[in-house]
């Protein structure tokens, strides 16, 4: 046996013996005898056993002195820190099984990571055999990763089942390798299946369709399953599915066929009084009043349905409710643009939605915004994000749903895009700059400016994601090409983003998931009905109205949320209609309305509805305990739509809700002074609350209840408190 290192007592005879012995026995890498390439064989072992990870060395400050960097993007400084740095401890050639790497790695001495690989496992092997040799580093001529295949790519799976992935590499020189053992694996959907270390699926017991995402040295790609439901369908419910596949409508028929493939039944459609307040919530955040929905359910119209979606969408609410949703995205922030900028730029987003401006037409005005502020807030965009960094991860989520942050420092790790592609995004913007002007600021682009590679300061001129870049730049003003690019209905992500944010609002999930992290490994559940839908958006011109009023009126929108034995489980198939949180402002406005006291906002106007308030950070109790987003990202999770106790206990426990329910001048003593029968006050309430009338059983209990209770306003003020705290209130359904 070799004697430590640290013992200073090694001969130069044995050195020499066991660094030959070594070197000898160093076993051939493949076939063609090819060389030792650190950033080929070394790279893949340090991120599949986490080491490059930013929870060990891979974070910014590294951990114990030892910096690597993030999933291996910088390979030169992966290599002089494991090569040279700390005097060359962490390698040993003449014995590298006493390198510091391989004795930390393994366990053998102390090591805040714990043990990660196994002195028995191939891996170790390749670490021990390359530090052997010398530590060699590669050429330029040595082969390069194109590609990685996972195989099987898809299959029909059924419950339970489990599959064994395997990963080949593909490499310049013709190689092909298999690097299932190397490779790093993910689900995109735990409750339909998991996947191990290694490759192994295992299939769950939920139907529906997931992804298993494989990744090796910044390569990607997918193995998909469909998992269909254990039972078959019955006759009713599957003759039920073949009409809509045969119908053509562009949301039915896609939605339709997965479900048959699925073998997943559809739920009955929703009565008359449930679709109107639903779309009423979905299409203006606002609830239909007692005597609308009573008009509405007394109209034996065939198309009432078409004609409330028609009304609808000429209403202001329309345009109060979805300026409120884009300006989410488009951080109107008082705290950053100031109260008559942010102000400004909501009018402007306001007005477009008030126009009907078509999207392609709003994005490229915002895209290519300039001039004086006061004459185009539009441009108020760039000073909501002032950074070009941040102008490129802003437009990209916001209008391509992809999210670019992690290309400016290292290649994505679950997707194509590395930092080249992110710094020729954020050339469109560097010309960008604010000047004054006589009526405050100005936005102006300079002649030209540089964008540089930041590892290897290679010259990167402006050029759009998966398109080429020019040789030169791109003489004018950057920013008009982007915005022709973004919006040109050949580019395969923005008409596709914009379908699934929109469905996802009226659907409660979109068909990809997050609704803004659009990647090769996250595909969508059912790519023909966003495919579907993208046609559709381009087909009617980017028109909104046109486009929620297809989906408010498919088969597929007016389900019921009534569960079925095959369809109890399923979350992503749109077989039944999903039970929806408010979102803070609807749900202070339904508040006001049903209570008859409206909302005082300080600064605003009297009658200000929470959906008109243009400011995110006025101070709000409700609305920040509800989850309103503060507009500091371009996130859709700023929103949280996740409910929690303090909600239900404000909601049961809150003193201001029941001011509104006893003020003299609300809604409940109005309703009292008007009507006495107790049967018409309890319809009333449930009309006003619930958008419907109570069933006899409901309207028995509660005429019970107000006969009982001498003190009549407690009694009422009970009742409508106690529909107030129900999910049928508080839930858009």
Same mark, same amino acid.
């Given at each position: 046996?070799?004697?430590?290192?640290?013992?200073?007592?090694?001969?130069?005879?044995?050195?020499?013996?066991?660094?030959?012995?070594?070197?000898?026995?160093?076993?051939?890498?493949?076939?063609?005898?090819?060389?030792?390439?650190?950033?080929?064989?070394?790279?893949?072992? #340090?991120?599949?056993?986490?080491?490059?990870?930013?929870?060990?060395?891979?974070?910014? =400050?590294?951990?114990?002195?030892?910096? $690597?960097? *993030?999933?291996?993007?910088?390979?030169? %400084?992966?290599?002089?820190?494991?090569?040279?740095?700390?005097?060359?401890?962490?390698?040993?050639?003449?014995?590298?099984?006493?390198?510091?790497?391989?004795?930390? %790695?393994?366990?053998?001495?102390?090591?805040?990571?714990?043990?990660?690989?196994?002195?028995?496992?191939?891996?170790?092997?390749?670490?021990?055999?390359?530090?052997?040799?010398?530590?060699?580093?590669?050429?330029?001529?040595?082969?390069?990763?194109?590609?990685?295949?996972? $195989?099987?790519?898809?299959?029909?799976?059924?419950?339970?089942?489990?599959?064994?992935?395997?990963?080949?590499?593909?490499?310049?020189?013709?190689?092909?390798?298999?690097?299932?053992?190397?490779?790093?694996?993910?689900?995109?959907?735990?409750?339909?299946?998991?996947?191990?270390?290694?490759?192994?699926?295992?299939?769950?017991?939920?139907?529906?369709?997931?992804?298993?995402?494989?990744?090796?040295?910044?390569?990607?790609?997918?193995?998909?399953?469909?998992?269909?439901?254990? =039972?078959?369908?019955?006759?009713?419910?599957?003759?039920? $599915? &073949?009409?809509?596949?045969?119908?053509?409508?562009?949301?039915?028929?896609?939605?339709?066929?997965?479900?048959?493939?699925?073998?997943?039944?559809?739920?009955?459609?929703?009565?008359?009084?449930?679709?109107?307040?639903?779309?009423?919530?979905?299409?203006?955040?606002?609830?239909?009043?007692?005597?609308?929905?009573?008009?509405?359910?007394?109209?034996?119209?065939?198309?009432?349905?078409?004609?409330?979606?028609?009304?609808?969408?000429?209403?202001?609410?329309?345009?109060?409710?979805?300026?409120?949703?884009?300006?989410?995205?488009?951080?109107?922030?008082?705290?950053?643009?100031?109260?008559?900028?942010? &102000?400004?730029?909501?009018?402007?987003?306001?007005? +477009?939605? +008030? !126009?009907?401006?078509?999207? !392609?037409?709003?994005?490229?005005?915002?895209?290519?915004?300039?001039?004086?502020?006061?004459?185009?807030?539009?441009?108020?965009?760039?000073?909501? *994000?002032?950074?070009?960094?941040?102008? *490129?991860?802003?437009?990209?989520?916001?209008?391509?749903?992809?999210?670019?942050?992690?290309?400016?420092?290292?290649?994505?790790?679950?997707?194509?895009?590395?930092?080249?592609?992110?710094?020729?995004?954020?050339?469109?913007?560097?010309?960008?700059?604010?000047?004054?002007?006589?009526?405050? &600021?100005?936005?102006?682009?300079?002649?030209?400016?540089?964008?540089?590679?930041?590892?290897?300061?290679?010259?990167?001129?402006?050029?759009?994601?998966?398109?080429?870049?020019?040789?030169?730049?791109?003489?004018?003003?950057?920013?008009?090409? #982007?915005?022709?690019?973004?919006?040109?209905?050949?580019?395969?992500?923005?008409?596709?983003?914009?379908?699934?944010?929109?469905?996802?609002?009226?659907?409660?999930?979109?068909?990809?998931?997050?609704?803004?992290?659009?990647?090769?490994?996250?595909?969508?559940?059912?790519?023909?009905?966003?495919?579907?839908?993208?046609?559709? #958006?381009?087909?009617?011109?980017?028109?909104?109205?046109?486009?929620?009023?297809?989906?408010?009126?498919? !088969?597929?929108?007016?389900?019921?949320?009534?569960?079925?034995?095959?369809?109890?489980?399923?979350?992503?198939?749109?077989?039944?209609?999903?039970?929806?949180?408010?979102?803070?402002?609807?749900?202070?406005?339904?508040?006001?309305?049903?209570?008859?006291?409206?909302?005082?906002?300080?600064?605003?106007?009297?009658?200000?509805?929470?959906?008109?308030?243009?400011?995110?950070?006025?101070?709000?109790?409700?609305?920040?305990?509800?989850?309103?987003?503060?507009?500091?990202?371009?996130?859709?999770?700023?929103?949280?739509?996740?409910?929690?106790?303090?909600?239900?206990?404000?909601?049961?426990?809150?003193? &201001?809700?029941?001011?509104?329910?006893?003020?003299?001048?609300?809604?409940?003593?109005?309703?009292?002074?008007?009507?006495?029968?107790?049967?018409?006050?309890?319809?009333?309430?449930?009309?006003?609350?619930?958008?419907?009338?109570?069933?006899?059983?409901?309207? %028995?209990?509660?005429?019970?209840?107000?006969?009982?209770? +001498?003190?009549?306003? =407690? %009694?009422? =003020?009970?009742?409508?408190?106690?529909?107030?705290?129900?999910?049928?209130?508080?839930?858009?359904?």
């Amino acid at each position: 046996m070799l004697p430590k290192p640290s013992d200073r007592t090694l001969s130069m005879q044995s050195l020499i013996a066991a660094a030959l012995t070594l070197v000898l026995s160093w076993p051939v890498c493949g076939e063609d005898r090819r060389p030792w390439n650190f950033e080929n064989d070394i790279i893949p072992i #340090l991120t599949r056993f986490q080491c490059n990870m930013s929870g060990c060395h891979g974070k910014a =400050e590294g951990q114990a002195g030892f910096k $690597l960097s *993030v999933f291996g993007f910088d390979p030169e %400084a992966d290599y002089a820190a494991i090569a040279h740095e700390s005097r060359n401890r962490r390698v040993f050639p003449a014995a590298p099984e006493f390198s510091l790497l391989l004795r930390k %790695a393994s366990g053998q001495i102390p090591h805040g990571g714990g043990k990660r690989i196994d002195s028995s496992r191939v891996e170790y092997g390749r670490l021990r055999d390359w530090i052997a040799a010398g530590m060699p580093f590669g050429t330029a001529t040595d082969a390069r990763l194109l590609s990685i295949t996972v $195989l099987p790519s898809e299959q029909q799976m059924t419950m339970g089942q489990q599959q064994q992935l395997t990963v080949t590499a593909v490499w310049s020189d013709g190689r092909q390798e298999d690097v299932t053992q190397l490779a790093t694996f993910q689900t995109n959907n735990e409750a339909l299946a998991t996947v191990d270390e290694y490759g192994q699926v295992q299939i769950g017991q939920v139907p529906g369709t997931v992804a298993i995402m494989a990744g090796y040295l910044g390569r990607v790609d997918v193995f998909e399953a469909l998992i269909p439901h254990a =039972e078959p369908l019955d006759a009713n419910a599957k003759q039920h $599915l &073949q009409r809509l596949v045969e119908s053509a409508h562009v949301i039915d028929q896609p939605v339709a066929e997965r479900l048959l493939q699925l073998q997943i039944a559809a739920s009955p459609d929703c009565d008359d009084a449930t679709w109107f307040r639903r779309v009423s919530l979905d299409l203006l955040g606002t609830l239909p009043t007692a005597s609308e929905t009573r008009q509405f359910l007394l109209n034996t119209d065939p198309q009432r349905r078409a004609h409330a979606v028609d009304s609808f969408l000429q209403r202001p609410e329309f345009s109060d409710y979805w300026a409120m949703k884009w300006a989410d995205l488009l951080r109107v922030n008082r705290r950053t643009l100031g109260r008559k900028g942010a &102000q400004a730029y909501y009018g402007w987003i306001h007005r +477009s939605i +008030s !126009d009907n401006l078509p999207l !392609d037409q709003f994005a490229r005005q915002l895209l290519t915004a300039s001039g004086p502020l006061h004459s185009a807030p539009a441009a108020y965009f760039y000073k909501s *994000v002032s950074d070009p960094h941040e102008m *490129v991860n802003s437009v990209s989520q916001v209008f391509l749903g992809i999210r670019m942050e992690c290309a400016r420092c290292h290649h994505h790790p679950w997707d194509r895009w590395g930092q080249t592609d992110y710094h020729g995004m954020q050339a469109f913007f560097t010309q960008v700059q604010f000047k004054p002007s006589g009526g405050g &600021q100005s936005l102006v682009t300079t002649a030209k400016t540089e964008t540089r590679h930041p590892r290897t300061s290679q010259l990167i001129n402006a050029h759009a994601l998966d398109q080429p870049m020019p040789d030169v730049t791109p003489i004018g003003d950057r920013r008009e090409l #982007l915005a022709e690019w973004l919006t040109s209905p050949q580019n395969p992500w923005f008409a596709a983003n914009l379908s699934n944010r929109i469905w996802a609002h009226f659907m409660g999930r979109g068909l990809v998931e997050p609704v803004d992290d659009f990647r090769l490994t996250n595909p969508p559940t059912n790519p023909r009905l966003l495919q579907s839908l993208s046609q559709h #958006l381009t087909t009617v011109k980017f028109d909104l109205r046109q486009f929620v009023r297809t989906i408010v009126l498919s !088969d597929t929108y007016q389900r019921s949320t009534q569960p079925l034995p095959s369809n109890a489980a399923d979350e992503q198939n749109y077989s039944r209609y999903p039970m929806k949180r408010l979102d803070a402002e609807v749900l202070l406005d339904a508040v006001s309305q049903t209570t008859g006291v409206p909302e005082v906002f300080p600064g605003m106007p009297a009658g200000t509805r929470a959906i008109q308030v243009w400011d995110s950070h006025l101070p709000h109790q409700f609305l920040e305990l509800f989850g309103r987003p503060v507009r500091e990202t371009a996130c859709e999770c700023e929103r949280v739509s996740e409910p929690t106790v303090a909600q239900v206990l404000h909601v049961l426990n809150s003193p &201001q809700i029941e001011s509104r329910l006893r003020h003299a001048d609300g809604l409940l003593a109005r309703l009292m002074a008007r009507v006495s029968a107790p049967e018409e006050l309890v319809d009333e309430l449930y009309l006003t609350f619930y958008g419907r009338l109570p069933t006899s059983e409901e309207r %028995a209990a509660a005429v019970r209840h107000l006969v009982q209770n +001498s003190q009549r306003a =407690e %009694a009422v =003020e009970d009742l409508a408190w106690s529909l107030l705290n129900s999910p049928e209130f508080l839930l858009n359904h």
